[in-house]
C-alpha cells in the first residue's frame, strides 16, 4: 500500500491511497456519520463519497460548525446539525435511522457512542446494519464483554490516536484557553495553580505541557491513574476539599465531573472543558444558588448568591473547538484511514457480533496505517 496516488493532491493522502487500493464495492450502502462540521473534515466526507457509498448523512456537532465547512461538505453528504440537547436523546438515532435509512445495507461511523448507546437499548437491530466504528473514549462506555449484536469496531484506544491526535487536541486546549484570558483578562496560564480532571490521553499530555507554566494537580475517579499521575511527578488530589484553592480547573473525562462542588471553587475561577461534548460542569444542579448568569463574546460569567463569580470558558463548550479547528488533517489521515479499513472489514461481514478494539483485535491494520503515513509525512 506504499505506492503513491500519483492523481490526489489532497490532504489525505494515506486515506486517499487506502481507497484507491480499495477492491470493495460500498455502492449499495449508506453510511451515517456522527462528526464535526470543520474544513478539517470537508475532506474525509468527500473522500469517502468517492469511495463509492450510496449516500452518506452527516449528524454534525451543533458546537462545533464551521458555516463554510457545513456550506462544502453538503455538496457530498447531506448534513443534519441538531441541537445539542436532541443529539444527548438516546431515541433521536433512531428517528434519523428511521429517516435515511429503507432496506439498504448501512454502516455507522460514530463520534461519542450515540449509535452504540441506541442499539445498545433497541428491542433488536436492523439485519441491514453491518456494524458501528466508534472514534472516541466517550463511547466507550460499556464493558467490553457486553452482548452486542452488532459489531462495534473502536479506534479510542489505537496507538495513532494516542500519539497524534491526543497531543495537538491538548495544545488546543491550552492554545484556545490562553487566547481567551489574555484577550478578554489580560490573563494567563502562567502561574496558575490548575486542576485537570482526568488522566487519560488527553489529560497525560495537557498536565505535562502545562507543567512548565504552572502548578498542576490531578483528580481521577481511578485510582490506578492517579498512581501513574503521581509517579509522574504531579500532586494528585485523594478528595475534592481543596476545590477552593484552584485558579483554573480543567476537565478532560467526557462526564459530569462537578455538580454541587462548583459552589465550593475559588472566586473568579476559570473553568475550561476540554472535552468532546458540553459536559464536565453541569450548572442546573445548583441552579437555586445562582443569581446572575451574563453570556460574553467568549465566555459566560456566574454570579452566586453569597457573590462569588465563575468564568466560564466557551460557554462550557469544548474550548478546543472553540473558534478553531483542533487537529491538523496530517495528523487526521491516519485515524480516517484506520476508519475506512475497519468499515472494509465490516463490509466483507467477517467481524462477528461484539465489540472489537483496533490495537488489539486488528493490529496490522495500525500498522499498516503508519507505515502508509511515514511514506507520505516523513520527507
Known amino acids: 500500500m506504499r505506492d503513491k496516488t500519483t ?28 462528526q464535526h462540521i470543520k474544513k478539517n473534515t ?38 443534519i446539525v441538531p441541537t445539542l440537547a436532541q443529539l444527548e436523546r438516546v431515541s433521536y438515532i433512531g428517528l434519523v435511522i428511521k429517516r435515511v ?17 441506541y442499539f445498545a437499548q433497541a428491542s433488536s437491530v436492523p439485519e441491514n446494519l453491518l456494524g458501528i466504528i466508534e472514534e472516541t473514549k466517550n463511547g466507550i462506555w460499556f464493558d467490553e464483554l457486553s452482548d452486542f449484536k452488532m459489531p462495534l469496531l473502536s479506534v479510542a484506544e489505537s496507538h495513532i490516536k494516542k500519539y497524534g491526535e491526543a497531543c495537538f487536541v491538548a495544545r488546543a486546549i491550552i492554545r484556545n484557553t490562553e487566547n481567551i484570558l489574555i484577550n478578554d483578562f489580560q490573563e494567563s496560564l ?29 483528580y481521577d475517579i481511578k485510582s490506578s491513574l492517579m498512581v501513574k499521575a503521581r509517579i509522574q511527578g504531579f500532586d494528585v488530589l485523594s478528595d475534592l476539599s481543596s476545590l477552593g484553592s484552584f485558579d483554573v480547573v480543567i476537565g478532560v473525562t467526557g462526564q459530569y465531573v462537578l455538580k454541587h462542588e462548583l459552589t465550593a471553587l475559588k472566586h473568579n475561577v476559570v473553568l475550561v472543558n476540554g472535552s468532546t461534548r458540553k459536559r464536565e460542569f453541569v450548572f442546573r444542579t445548583i441552579a437555586s444558588k445562582i443569581v446572575r448568569e451574563v453570556q460574553k463574546d467568549t465566555h459566560s460569567a456566574i454570579t452566586f448568591a453569597d457573590g462569588k463569580k465563575v468564568r466560564l470558558l466557551a ?22 484511514a484506520e476508519i475506512f479499513l475497519l468499515g472494509e472489514l465490516l463490509m466483507a461481514k467477517k467481524v462477528p457480533p461484539g465489540f472489537y478494539s483496533i490495537e488489539k483485535h486488528f493490529p496490522r491494520i495500525e500498522e499498516t496505517v503508519a507505515h502508509t503515513w511515514l511514506f507520505y509525512w516523513s520527507k
Do not use: W
Open 315 to 336: 460557554h462550557g463548550y469544548p474550548v478546543n473547538f472553540f473558534r478553531s479547528e483542533s487537529v491538523p488533517e496530517y495528523i487526521l489521515d491516519l485515524l480516517y
Open 190 to 218: 502562567a502561574g496558575k495553580r490548575i486542576l485537570v480532571f482526568g488522566y487519560g490521553m488527553i489529560g497525560s499530555e495537557l498536565t505535562s505541557l502545562l507543567k512548565e507554566q504552572a502548578r498542576v494537580s490531578v
Open 7 to 34: 492523481d490526489y493532491t489532497g490532504t489525505l493522502p494515506v486515506l486517499a491511497q487506502c481507497i484507491a487500493a480499495s477492491q470493495t464495492s460500498f455502492r449499495p450502502v449508506s453510511l451515517l456519520i456522527v
Open 42 to 79: 470537508v475532506e474525509f466526507i468527500r473522500l469517502l463519497k468517492s469511495a463509492g457509498f450510496r449516500d452518506i448523512t452527516v449528524i454534525g456537532k451543533s458546537y462545533s460548525v464551521d458555516p463554510d465547512a457545513l456550506k462544502m461538505m453538503r455538496k457530498y453528504a447531506k448534513v
Open 101 to 117: 435509512i429503507s432496506s439498504q445495507p448501512f454502516l455507522c461511523f460514530d463520534l461519542g457512542g450515540h449509535f452504540s448507546k
